[in-house]
C-alpha cells in the first residue's frame, strides 16, 4: 500500500513549492537537511477505518497500525543532475554518520540528533 516518491528539483525555491504541496497533501517532515528533505504519511482508507472503528473497533486499531508509510524525498540539485559526487558533500560538511532513526546526518561532536532529538552518544 506505501508508496515512495523522488522528486529533484532545481533551485530553493522549487524546493519550498514542494515541501509546502506535501505538507498541504498530510505529509509529516521526517527530516531536512542540506538540500533533502523526507515526508512520510500512513497510508490507509479513511472511509474503511470508519467502519471498522464503528463495527470492530479492535479490528481499527489494528488496522491503522499495521498501515504502510508514503514516503517522498525532495532533493535540491541545485540545476545539476544529481549524481554520486554529489554525495561526497556529506564528507566536506564533516558529517561522520546518520542518525539510525530519522537518517539526518550527524557529526563528529553530535549528542543528539538534529532531525527527531535521539540521544545519540550511544551509538557511537
Known sequence: MGSAINVNVKDENEFNQQMQLYL?????TQSNFNG???LN??????????VLIILIWPAAI?????ASDDVVIIKNTNGQAPTASR???A??????????NCGQG???DSKFCPGCGKD?????
Open 91 to 100: 564528507a566536506e560538511n564533516n558529517i561522520v554518520s546518520y542518525c539510525p
Open 62 to 66: 489494528i488496522y491503522y497500525l499495521v
Open 36 to 38: 533533502t528533505a523526507i
Open 24 to 28: 498541504a497533501q498530510g505529509y509529516k
Open 41 to 50: 504519511k500512513k497510508s490507509y482508507s479513511t472511509g474503511l477505518l470508519i
Open 120 to 124: 545519540v552518544t550511544a551509538e557511537d
Open 106 to 108: 550527524l557529526f563528529e
Open 87 to 89: 554525495v561526497s558533500n
